[in-house]
């Protein structure tokens, strides 16, 4: 597996796995402006041609905002995400970040796990900020 910058070839294929991900996916038309944003990092997982994960983060000055990270349904729990997140957060020292944030499920227990693992911590919390289902979100930050 190898980890690269997003570009015009990877869209329909981003796309589809948002799509399979979650029940207000980005159209492709979102994805492809946010993608060439020169304030934005979109990443993808790239195994055997084809693209198994992807994340994307708005940069404003010293401030991540992790838009989305979502990796295939067959290819979870083999350290995807992660390297995905490792890319972010080395990039994220490099340009002296001062915190990396997001906001979660609060019953999206991967995600949390996976942001606990890289020292992401719960920052906040936003009431029924989700549709479809109904849900809180969960603010979570990790500070460099
Ligand atoms: C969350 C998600 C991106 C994790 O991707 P992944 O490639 O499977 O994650 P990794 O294999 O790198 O796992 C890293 C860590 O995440 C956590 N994790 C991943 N899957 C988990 C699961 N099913 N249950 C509990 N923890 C889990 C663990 O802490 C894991 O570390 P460990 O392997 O040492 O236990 C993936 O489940 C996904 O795409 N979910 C749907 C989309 C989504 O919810 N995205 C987050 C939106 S905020």
């Known amino acids: 597996m190898k980890i690269e910058k997003m570009n015009q070839k990877h ?7 948002e799509q399979e991900c979650f029940s207000h996916p ?18 993808v997982a790239v195994e055997d041609g084809k693209v198994i994960g992807y994340i994307g983060m708005s940069i404003v000055i010293d401030e991540g905002y992790i838009f989305n990270v979502a990796v ?12 995905l997140i490792n ?11 001062s915190f990396i944030t997001l906001e979660v499920r609060e019953s999206n ?3 949390r796990s996976l942001y606990s693992k890289f020292g992401f911590i719960k920052a906040g919390e936003r009431k029924d900020y989700y ?10 930050t990790k500070f460099f």
Do not use: Y
């Not at 869209?11 to 796995?17: A, G, Y």
């Not at 890319?87 to 970040?97: D, G, I, R, S």
């Open 11 to 17: 869209l329909d294929e981003v796309h589809k796995i």
């Open 26 to 43: 980005w159209s492709l038309e979102s994805l492809e402006s946010e993608m060439k944003n020169e304030n934005s990092l979109f990443l």
């Open 72 to 83: 295939c349904e067959t290819q979870r729990q083999r350290g995807v995400a992660t390297a």
């Open 87 to 97: 890319e972010l957060v080395t990039c994220a020292k490099k340009n002296n970040f």
């Open 109 to 111: 227990i991967p995600a």
């Open 131 to 140: 549709s479809d289902p109904r849900e809180n979100a969960i603010l979570m």
